[in-house]
Structures are given as C-alpha cells and as structure tokens.
C-alpha cells in the first residue's frame, strides 16, 4: 500500500480558499442537533449501563429490524437475523473481501469503480478486473466477454462488486432492466454479486430504483447510514445468505469483537424518534439544489470536447476532458487556481481514466460549486493552450489507485 | 474459523439463574451517567456537525493527545503522531496482524493466551507457538530455546504477544524486572514485542508497573479505554513506531476508511470533562472487592488439589484443577449446576489447557461471586467422585480455540 500523490495533495486542498469538488462528504449540517442531544442523552441516562457495554458480533437486534425496514423502501425483503452490522459499509466490504478472496482472485468491478472498494480488494492481494459499460451501467456483453476471457485463462473469479444507484464515481444509475440483465449474466455464470449500495435512498428525480438484492436473495447487499444520516457513527450494514452472514459475523469478532455498541443505539434511537425519512427528504432538496447548480456551471463553462454524465442520485459528476489532457498531471494547477477533484485515474486498477475526473456537489454551497467549476474550466483551457502551442502534453506516469483517504470517499 | 462448542454453551449460559464468571464484561454500572448524559448533548448541540462527520483514519488529534497524557500514567513518554485510534482494541491487534504477518509465519504467545487474539492470529493463518512461563509470566530460558528451535526449523516469527500485566487469560503479572529480562532477550534475538494492555491501571493492590514501552520504544503498544471507561465505544488504540504507524493508518482506511469519530469525541469530552481517574479508582475498589470474594470462595471451597493464581489487578483467575480433571468435558455440568467459566483449553492453539478454568470476577457482584464459586467447586468434586468410581475420566476430544464470543473478552 502506498501514500499516492493524490492524497499527498489533498493535505493541501483542505485549505478554505480552495473550493472543493474533491470530497466525498455529505453536508450534515442541517440534522437536528436539538433533537438527536436530547434523545441520545435521554438514552444515556435510561439505558447507559447497555448502550456503553459490549454488545453482539453481528450487531444489536433492534436496528437490524430497523434495517430492514429502511431496505424495505428499496423493495428488499430480508430477515434481522441476515443482516450483520459493520463499522461503517467499509467494513462490510473489508470482511466481505477478507472471508471471499485469495491472493490471485479477480473480483470484476464497474468501469470506473469506487477508489475505496479497489483499495480493499488490493490490499487482499486480489486483481481487480473492470468490466466496461455504457450509460446505463456494466454492459451485459462485456461482463459475458470478461468472464469468458478470465475463465479461459483459469482465473479464479470471486464476485461482481457494482454501484447500481448514482455510482461512484460515474453518477451513472443503472435502470431496472439493465439490473435484470446483469444478475441474469451472473447467475447463469455462477458470478457473485455484492452489490454497494450507499446513496440508495438519495434520489434526486425520481423514486429510486429497486435494489437488484429485491430480486435476487443470493446476492450480498450493503448498505450505510452514512450518507442518508451521518457518517460519524460509522455504522453499515451486510445483508447476506445465511452461510455468508455466518461467517461475516465469525470475521467481524476477530476484527473488532463487536460492531460500535453506542453507534448503533444512537442511531436506533434516531430512527425512532425522529422524523428521519423527511430528513432524507430535505436531504435530497439539497443535493437537487447543488446538483443542479453543477450541471448548468459544467453547460456554460466548460470547453467544447468535455462531456459529462448526469446523475439522477448520489454525489457525483464524473468529467471526461478533451482528448491529450491528463487529469492526474492538471491536479497541481487546479490546486494553484483554487479548486480540488479527484483524477480519474484513481477509480481503475489498470491505469485507465487518464482524462477522466469526479467532481462532487456533496459539500459545498451550490454559489462554491458555481466558482469551483469557473475555476476548473478555466484550468481545463489552460492545458489546452499548451497543447495547442506545443503540440505534446507533459508525460506523466500512470498513477497507481489511490487509498481511500480523507477525501475520497 | 469455526463456532466451537464453548461458544454453543455460552448461548444457554445467559439465562439469569445462572452465576457467569465465563465473560470479560466490565462492571459500568457505577458509571456517571448523568453528566456523560449532558456532556454528549453539548458536544452534539455545539459540535454535531464535525463529531457525526468522517474523520481521520489515523485518529482525532484532541483524543490521540489525551491519550498520551493516559499512557503518561504507566511511564510511556510517546508522541499524538505515533498514535492510531482503532475500533477497540481487538481492532488494533486486527491490524497489526495484517500488516505483519503471512500465511505460515509464528506468532509467540504467553501460555496461556488471550484467546481473542489466537483467534485473531489464526484467521491470518499465522501458526501460534506458546512461551512456557511460571508466576512471574514469560520464561525468558524458555523464550530463547523456543526461538532457536524455531528458526533452525527456518520458521518465520513476525512478533511475541504478550500482556505483562493482570494477563487474560492467567491473571498473572510480570515483575518490572522480568519485563526488563524479556525485551533484553527479545533485542538480541531481534523478536518484535507487542505488549497488550487492556487492564493496566486496573490495579489492585499497588500502583501499576511501567509498561515494557517505557523503556523500548520499538515496542508496539495496545490500549483501550473498554475496561478503564466503557467498551460500547469501540475506542482502542496502538503505540507504534513510525513506519509501522504509517502502514497501520492504511490499513485501517481500507478497513474501516476512519474509526468511530463520535465515540471519539464522546470519550475525549468524558475525558475532558469527568472525574476518570476518580472514576478509575472507583473501578479498582469495586474490583478489589469482587477479586477478594473469589479468592476467599476459592479458599473455602474448592477440593485438595487444586490450585489458582492471585491476580494484582484486572479480571481473571487461573485455575488449575486436578489431574484426570477435563474442564471442557465439566463445562456442560457446570451449566447444569448454574455456573459458567471458560475452559482453559480456549486459550491455547495447540491442545493444552484441559485442567484449566478461567474464573472472571469482573461482571457478578461479590455474593454472586460466592455462590458461583460455590457451584463450581460442587461440580469439580462431583469430577473426582466420577473419577474414584470409574477410575477413567470420559473420552473427549482435544477442543479447538474458541472465537472471542460475547463471553470472552
């Protein structure tokens, strides 16, 4: 594992003139403290001698009842007792990775895939294979191809890790009938699907998509409370077939005996006695209002060459610039001019994504995101005047992946 | 991994009829809970937003500098940079395996050991090789004969893990001298030392011994404040050098992307603001009560031919029992006669054990203590009854290390 120059740079992007499109943090700023101080000290004082003790390896009871009601409004059915709590989704994938893969497996991840899942899955020394898509997500042929290719080699496949819902980094959804198509593939392949599915509830159009797990109880589904309450808590969640979630749980007691105790009352209590899903509800207003702001800053600015994809969902845009720049390399000048991404390149294993960036609108007010993009477009035209007059861009080594580090989630 | 048998029993062993002195729990009743109630509310009204945010996956600077000034208490003099926070200290001792050890390689161990941290040494496939020992704890001949023969076997050892005080499961101390005479062994035959040390100021009838970290700053470092405040938190810690620090905050954002920031900022506010050395002292009276209950029961009842060690401090009881006596075989009669206890043979990884109990007389109050105590030494006479009658224990198989279940921190 190595500190990449990404993060390296993020030190200094964290400075306040610097308008960051670079963090993956939602904006929890408008939670109501009142009510959640009042209640988590009622809870304190009612029930401390539990809420502070050891607790379950696989989690408390009541919130993974909890947690199948709020899977539920993605059409999941599942039982409390498949669901196992982990310190935060990350840890789901982290043990998901750990009882699944070998050194020398290959897990298929989506085209471009989540820089913290790639971080995992290469920390347990497995490959990581993208399976190439279009905008509506992983390519049904191409997963066939990939398979068949890695089959023929004599390649060990361990599972599809997939985003389905406002993907991180892409923003792409994949509609219902393209998830029906995929799990088809893999179930006829015998490929495991985990599928990540973080930003669910955080539609922005429309009602969110079914998960592909509502139709398909073999694959294994994570969730968070990290993006539709507060990341803080770091309380996540697998749902898993039986014999999967056994041994999840037999990992998550060597890991960390148990999941945080207090976390996850805090956020029973939330549940309970808030009005959580109108604070999803205002949530998804917010992000509308920032997304929206992004997109037509990206139509007015940009230079001719630049697309961009249009998310329905989630946090994030993901750039593709005009041919012969290199994101990586551009990163320092937009830092100099006062603006913060993430190179594409950090979202592949495989040196890919070169004139790719992710610009997020989680964070910042919609007028800082306005001035971010100006920012970045204007850095953008710059390189395409050198280029213009010299005729070469700068070399740059392919950057490795970067780890997931403070502002990459 | 496997869900032993002790772990099956322990599922039954909760009914309240039943005296445990199986689990690890610490006694948090006596907590204040009324001002931890109005300290978090504050942090949360005045602070939310930044103490429900992601955080740093090294730690919270504010909680890494307390902790220098908690470990200050046992002569550690270390800096908030070579501080990592984990998700308890399981958590710590998860990611110093990770990064240390591969498929085959030693790990040394106390005879006997923690059974949480076999468990955790034994998913990373590494083999557990126990250091013989007498009341004073590691063996340092023993040590340096046990190298030897592993490294003509051309065997790998990555590190000694050892928890020189109040030691889980043995109860047993090391002198301040025997510590010294151990890392001397250990620098010459150049072995990695990581000290464990849960329960350090949890001692009982004198002030505690300096950690080996100060005197030996390559010395890797593990602490928790589960024991000296509340485990529900899931805040531990690891004392590293700084190349090894570095590989650990990595491997800590592929696990967990930051530890739990809320119980952070919970515990630095307790910190901050209660009485907790008050509060530790508290502990320790109530503890010293509870140990000199069992060490008295033990007294009183037990048969001839047993004997037990008398811990200065932390949780447990060693208990030899006499020979033809199989402490797994007994634990079903045990929970029979209403008490629990964990079976030595849980806290080695290579079949040793089968006349040891460990005692704990953390969780019950005193007079529970005495009856549990009670129980047991029924049950151990009604063993050697068996035993005059038929000459033969029964047959049973050599158990397998158990898990660290929700019984045995």
Redesign the interface.
């Known amino acids: ?1 190595k ?1 990449s120059a990404v993060r390296a740079l993020f030190a200094v992007a964290n400075r306040p003139e610097i308008v960051s499109l670079a963090g993956g ?2 904006n ?2 408008d ?1 109501p ?2 009510d ?3 209640n ?3 809870m ?2 009612t029930n ?2 539990k ?7 696989q989690g408390e009871p009541r919130i993974r009842e909890q947690i199948c009601d709020v899977m539920a409004l993605e059409g999941i059915s599942a039982h409390p007792d498949d669901v196992m709590i982990s ?2 989704s ?2 789901g994938l ?1 043990l998901v990775t750990r009882i699944f893969c070998d050194p020398g497996d290959v897990v298929l991840a989506e085209s471009p895939s989540y820089v ?1 899942a790639i ?2 899955f290469l ?1 347990y020394q497995a490959e990581v294979v993208h399976v190439a898509g279009d905008d509506c997500g992983i390519d049904p042929d191409a997963l066939r191809e990939t398979v068949a290719r890695l089959e023929a080699a004599g390649r060990r496949i361990k599972f599809l890790y997939t985003i389905p819902n406002y993907n991180n980094p892409s923003g792409i959804t994949q509609p219902w009938e393209r998830r029906v198509e995929v799990l088809g593939v893999c179930r006829e392949l015998g490929i495991l699907v985990v599928e990540d599915n973080p930003y669910g509830l955080l539609s922005l159009d429309a009602d969110p998509v079914p998960a592909m797990r509502s139709v398909d109880s073999d694959v294994i589904y994570l969730g968070s409370f ?1 993006k539709t309450f ?5 309380v996540g969640w697998v749902l898993a077939p039986h014999a999967v979630r ?2 999840l749980v ?2 998550q ?11 996850q ?2 956020i029973s209590t939330y549940l309970e006695h808030s009005d959580w899903q109108g604070q999803i509800d205002a949530f998804r207003t917010m992000y509308r209002t920032r997304r929206d702001a992004m997109l037509k800053a990206l139509a007015d600015h940009m230079p001719p060459g630049t697309s961009w994809t249009h998310p329905i969902g989630g946090f994030f845009v993901w750039v593709t610039l005009p041919e012969g720049i290199d994101a990586q390399a551009m990163l320092p000048r937009g830092v100099d001019a006062r603006v913060a991404f993430v190179p594409g390149a950090a979202f592949f294993a495989d040196g890919q994504g070169a004139r790719n960036a992710r610009l997020s609108y989680c964070f910042p007010p919609a007028e800082r995101i306005i001035i971010g993009v100006e920012r970045f477009a204007d850095v953008v035209r710059n390189e395409l005047d050198v280029l213009d007059i010299f005729g070469v861009r700068a070399p740059t080594k392919h950057p490795q992946a970067a ?4 502002e990459t ?1």
Chains 1, 2 share one sequence.
């Open positions: 594992m500190v943090m939602p929890i700023h939670l403290l009142g959640i101080a009042s988590v000290a009622e304190i004082l401390g001698a809420v502070m003790q050891y607790g379950s390896g310190a935060g990350q840890q982290d913290g971080g995992t920390s990290s507060a990341p803080g808590f770091r056994e041994k037999l990992a007691e060597s890991a960390t005996l148990c999941p945080p105790v207090f976390s009352f805090a780890g997931p580090g403070a989630y």
